[in-house]
């Protein structure tokens, strides 16, 4: 079967067969499969090279379903899910007995989130149960943004993909543990803890101890092929030109504009347009030939800490690394 761009009919289809399939969200692309059925679970996990204690985020059509997966549902996590859903905050809740373990990675938590994208909810209120959907790549490679990335990734393994265009957010989204007695943001996203605050009061940063295991929170995670290097803009510069010397080819991602004779791309310094365009522009910069990306250091600002976030696993998970 060729891959193409499918129809909600053919995505039912190929879900209701057990299959994986592309699925745009406003975040990034999903790879995603029937929650509910571990046999199709555990294909995502062999598409994507994932080890399998590691959880997935199942997506559901609205609040109302959560209760389907998650138990002791606390005020909260309702308040959240009113005020933010749909939308790119997921939360993680103690689940439901029924849920595989495939899903949770064995925990006894469960990472519900309902997506903001017309295409994502319309197959979620056809298909009538949750679609586990961690991001469509390669496990530890840089998320996919468009259905392009998706084909590029996986080529015929996933031969159904619907293609909702460019997704808006473009990183992934915030994680809040609710399991526990104090509300806890896992991973950032571009939903920051000054909105989340506005609803249920004081929430905590980064896991604990006893924090669940959630997605995307490995130190090294969302990486390019290439080595990359993160770096303030004036050593970014001094880097590329010895990098230049000694015949290494280099390509830059920097805020606004590029300086002068370096090659790669500037994304604009703001940071929703940033987080729109990261992943793309890593992408692209990967496959240039280079020896050696270079990342400039975005502001020290809380609007730009999943931004941050983002691009310090990157660094970690490509070899090179973070650099002052």
Same mark, same amino acid.
């Given at each position: 079967?060729?891959? %193409?761009?499918?129809? @909600? ?28 059925? *571990? ?68 925990? !006894? ?16 209120? #056809? ?131 590029? *300086? ?11 940071? #929703?347009?940033?987080? %729109? ?29 999943? @931004? %941050? !976030?983002?691009?310090?696993?990157? #660094? ?9």
């Amino acid at each position: 079967m060729t891959t %193409h761009d499918a129809t @909600i009919e053919e995505a039912l289809a190929a879900l209701r067969r057990g299959e994986a399939i592309g699925l745009p969200t406003e975040t990034v692309y999903g790879l995603a499969a029937d929650a509910g059925n *571990p046999v199709a679970v555990r294909r995502v996990f062999d598409l994507k090279g994932r080890p399998a204690d590691h959880p997935l985020i199942v997506h559901i059509a609205g609040p109302e379903a959560m209760d389907a997966w998650a138990r002791e549902v606390p005020d909260g996590a309702r308040a959240l899910a009113r005020a933010f859903w749909p939308g790119p905050l997921t939360l993680i809740l103690r689940r439901q007995p029924h849920v595989p373990d495939e899903v949770t990675g064995g925990q !006894d938590t469960v990472g519900l989130r309902c997506p903001d994208h017309p295409l994502a909810l319309e197959l979620l209120r #056809a298909f009538g149960g949750g679609l586990a959907a961690p991001s469509a790549n390669r496990f530890g490679h840089l998320s996919p943004t468009s259905a392009a990335h998706v084909r590029a990734e996986f080529a015929e393994a996933v031969p159904v993909v619907l293609d909702g265009g460019e997704c808006r957010v473009g990183i992934e989204s915030t994680i809040v543990d609710l399991s526990g007695k104090t509300p806890r943001i896992l991973r950032p996203g571009m939903l920051g803890r000054e909105v989340i605050e506005a609803v249920i009061g004081p929430v905590a940063e980064g896991p604990a101890g006893d924090s669940p295991r959630a997605s995307g929170t490995l130190e090294a995670h969302y990486a390019p092929r290439t080595p990359l290097l993160l770096l303030p803009r004036e050593a970014l510069r001094v880097e590329a030109e010895q990098q230049q010397t000694l015949g290494k080819r280099v390509q830059a991602l920097v805020l606004d504009m590029l *300086p002068e004779g370096l090659p790669g791309l500037a994304l604009p310094a703001d940071p #929703a347009a940033y987080a %729109h365009g990261l992943y793309a522009a890593l992408r692209e910069l990967d496959a240039r030939g280079a020896n050696l990306l270079l990342a400039e250091r975005p502001p020290a600002h809380p609007d730009w800490l999943a @931004i %941050h !976030d983002r691009l310090r696993r990157s #660094a970690a998970g490509s070899v090179a690394g973070d650099s002052t």
